[in-house]
């Protein structure tokens, strides 16, 4: 049919063709477009518009109902009392005493006037005269002249001091009637005052209810300069428009609202990252510049590379900015993750931008004979769950073939090492079980080795696995020489472990091994037959290389391998179609999904043709939320420089000190900074527990501090937790020490600890310190508890610094909330009034020079005794 048409009208000639019908159907093609375009740009595309107006709405609705609250509350009874006094107050205003008090002052106002421009005339007139006396002498016009000029500034002079008295004369009348005025007035404007404190609050809502009404309409935007880079590694800008919609932020009366009204939970955090200049995005994620909550939020565009962060993975963002630091006071779930993946190297197998000079988490495994026997390597390879349940070693998930292979290479190159191997301890045997357990139980070894059903250290963690193996069992997988050699000097068998020496005495350390021999599981491990042929132990070799066993232990024939996984730096870069589902096509498409699968099940993705060989750790979801908040973070840096968290030198030595006290696993006997202390739920008395040492770098002094970390000593005799030696280089114990210092916001620096000493001070020291009965606390064997005993003060000359001592006796609470050390000086009051005219500083100094001189009074070598 159309073709007809078609046909036909080529036909007519062009200047006969009539074009009225097709233009009028475009024209109204045109018109719908145009106002399909109008509404879909005014309404579809403009939703924040309607939120804005919800927002309003629901703001005012919140006010008006506050307003009545303050209505009903309001105190009229008080209001009548105050206008009743306020009338009373004005009418005041009319009596004879004040309108004659406000008539004198004005008066004397404007005679002073008066006087004060006549003072300025005489004053100028006086001026003149002077230039013209001192011109007359230098021109030496005679003496004469140069006298009437004198005169006349002389007559002045009167005139000006004649008028100075009458000024001051004035001023005090002046005065005197303005204080009568003033009377009457403060008295009326202090009960106007009062009533508008009374519609305070009234007001204050008022005036919200009136900024809501008169609020715009409009976007909100805030503009980052250079923050983010380009493909091509050129810094931008970065438009960030939440705020557009989500307007309740940082108003309390939206925090039970719902979203995207509701108040921010963390308003402490804001005031260091304040959106209206930092934005949103840089913490949470999203498309920045949309304005729909799907595009926004990044789950429309599914090409868009950073969606906004889930709830539980929100503190993924906070590493955009603090990658740096192992440790972030505002997000936990990170720094637990940052924690696990030191713990659990998984930087062993997979490179990770600022991990990868992490030591090897777990032991050399080229000496195993002289520790363990063939049957037990062969039972642990196969199933280390069944030996360790909370242990950090994965799962493999071998074949019994498998095991026995690697069991055989261990065994070949154990053989080797067995052949040149001395023991540094000859163990003799004799120990007392009994004793060993309480000395196990007792002297520190459960603040890292869990024994039996003692899991308080892994529960207060929070953590599913040990930080160093469960003793549950040891006795079946170590032999009695070797663990007697291993407690006397744990770096004979491992020049690089983290297991530090107790200073055991052979007696000690023999029933310790009496004891833990004593710690058995039911296996035979004797039985179990291994084929250790040469084959056998190549194919060893080449699954120890495949496995990448290398990445968590030193192996000798691997030493040139290389990591076996993925780079996982620039994980939260990958795109969805990068991440193979295998057959989980059930599971969401999104990265974070994914990759908590991938912690939960490591070989779930496996298909016949993928075989993956990542080990199965067993991480609770707990550990699993963590890990996935951190990787979720991993992504080359984007971020511009003046954005990120500044690494100066002091962060840096901080930084490194956290890293230090992790991997020598100083938090779980002392608490530093906001964690740690995990073995205090063991201890019942609190002066029984290892102390804080955030407060270390204030508290002593750094030569003192060495001196202990390389050589620990006795502070507190009545101890039987022992501070292990870890054999720290210098370099550790510096950094330790700055990292101290740092906490405190100290420096490195050489110094004397000396006080000058005088008699006057001293004398009243010793007075106070008698007084204040401090040999009470201060002593070893008073009979006192634990918990009311204190630190030997002999070694406070040489241990404390001076300074430090003085901020302790004025108020010890401030710096150690919690200590039984008794707050003599409260807000500089004193209970001695009669000593150093019952100043309290002056007292706080007396009684830190009196211990001074304890030094002088002990042997040199207190720090070490």
Known sequence: MFFKWLKKRREIPVEQRRYDKIYLSLALVLFLATLWAVIDEVSTRRPWKEYQKKFYQLKLAKLDSLYRIAVANFDSARYKELSEALAKAKSELQSEEYKKALAEYKQYEKELAELTREFQFAKSRSDEYYY???????????????????TKIQREEALMNEFNAKIEELTKKRDEAWAIVKSYRTKVSDIE?????????????????????????????????????????????????????????????????????????????????????????????????????????????????????????????????????????????????????????????????????????APSLNNLLVKTTPGWIYRWLLSPREYLPHGRMPDFKLTPEEAEAITAYLVKIGQDSMRNWQYQFKYQGGGNPARGKELVENIGCLGCHAVGDNKVVRETRGLNYDIAPELTKVGSKVNPQWLYDWLKNPRHYLPNTKMPSLRLTDQEASDIVAYLMTLKDTVDYASIKIDYSESKAEQGLRLIKSYGCYGCHDIRGTERETKLSVDISDFARKNIEQLDFGYKEHLPKDRLVWLAEKLRDPRGYSTERIQLKMPQFNFTDKEIKALVTLIASFKKNEVGPKYVQTFDKKRKEINEGRRLTLWYNCINCHQIEEQGGYIHPMIEDPGLRPPLLTIEGAKVQEPWLYQFLKNPSTIRPWFKLRMPTFQLTDDEITALIKYFLGLSNQEFKVRSYDVPLEQKY????????????????????????????????????????????????????????????????????????????????????????????????????????
């Open 762 to 865: 001293v004398s009243a020291g010793k007075v106070l310190f008698d007084r204040l009965q401090c040999l009470k606390c201060h002593t070893v064997g008073s009979g006192l508890s634990a918990s009311m005993l204190a630190p030997n003060l002999d070694l406070a000359p040489t241990r404390l610094k001076p300074e430090w001592v003085i901020d302790w006796l004025r108020d010890p609470q401030s710096i150690q909330p919690g200590t039984n050390m008794p707050t003599f000086f409260y807000e500089g009051t004193t209970p001695v009034p009669d000593v150093l005219d019952g100043n309290a500083n002056e007292q706080i100094r007396a009684l830190r020079d009196y211990i001074w001189t304890f030094a002088r009074r002990r042997a040199p070598n207190l720090v070490n005794r």
């Open 132 to 150: 013209f006396y001192q011109k007359a002498k230098l021109e030496n016009k005679g003496d004469k002249e140069v006298r009437d000029w004198w």
């Open 193 to 361: 005052h009062e009533i508008d404190k009374l519609f305070e609050e009234i007001n204050k809502i008022k005036d919200r209810i009136q900024k809501t009404k008169e609020a715009q309409i409009k976007i909100i935007q805030v503009i980052l300069p250079e923050f983010e880079r380009t493909n091509f590694g050129t810094l931008k800008a970065r438009v960030d428009r939440c705020q557009t919609c989500h307007l309740g932020w940082n108003d309390p009366l939206f925090e039970d609202a719902p979203q995207p009204f509701r108040t921010h939970p963390n308003l402490e955090l804001l005031q260091k990252h304040n959106p209206e200049t930092f934005g949103c995005t840089p913490c949470h994620r999203g498309q920045g510049p949309a304005l729909t909550e799907g595009y926004a939020h990044g789950d429309k565009d599914k090409h868009w590379e950073w969606p906004i962060l889930k709830k539980e993975y929100i503190e993924a963002g906070c590493n955009d900015c603090h990658f740096n630091e192992i440790n972030l006071k505002w997000a936990p779930t990170l720094t637990m993750g940052k924690h696990i993946l030191i713990e659990s190297g998984c930087y062993g197998c997979h490179g990770i931008d600022g991990y990868n000079d992490f030591p090897k988490v």
